[in-house]
């Protein structure tokens, strides 16, 4: 079965950092492009970054040049480390398989990231 987990949410102040974890499984990790998303609270899900089979990476324009995507493929996981949080970033954070403009339908529950002082 698919499984996408992700970890590593919380509560930090304006200007801290955190890094995000999505552990996958149930498909060839290797061969796939991998992107987060995020949901703030009453609005839609938004992309926000990508990695993907080729090495490319994208940004979305919010979080260019805090948010940093990785990958390790041998331990089919996806990063995003994520420095100089603004209240703005408040929100759950998703791992999805695919790129900016094609996705598959698989789902985790997602990690709560609350940005306050």
């Known amino acids: 079965e698919v499984q996408l987990v992700e970890s590593g949410g919380g509560l930090v102040q304006p200007g801290g950092s955190l890094t995000l974890s999505c552990a996958a499984s149930?498909?060839?990790?290797?061969?796939?492009?991998m992107s987060w998303a995020r949901q703030a609270p009453g609005k839609g899900l938004v992309w926000i970054s990508g990695?993907?089979?080729?090495?490319?990476?994208e940004y979305g324009d919010s979080i260019k040049g805090r948010f940093t995507i990785s990958r390790d493929n041998a331990k089919n996981t996806m990063y995003l480390r994520m420095n100089n949080l603004k209240s703005e970033d408040t929100a759950v954070y998703y791992c999805?398989?695919?790129?900016?403009?094609?996705?598959?339908?698989?789902w985790g529950q997602g990690t709560q990231v609350t940005v306050s002082s």
């Open positions: 990695i993907y089979k080729n090495g490319s990476t």
């Open positions: 149930g498909f060839t990790f290797g061969d796939s492009d």
């Open positions: 999805r398989r695919g790129s900016r403009l094609i996705v598959y339908p698989y």
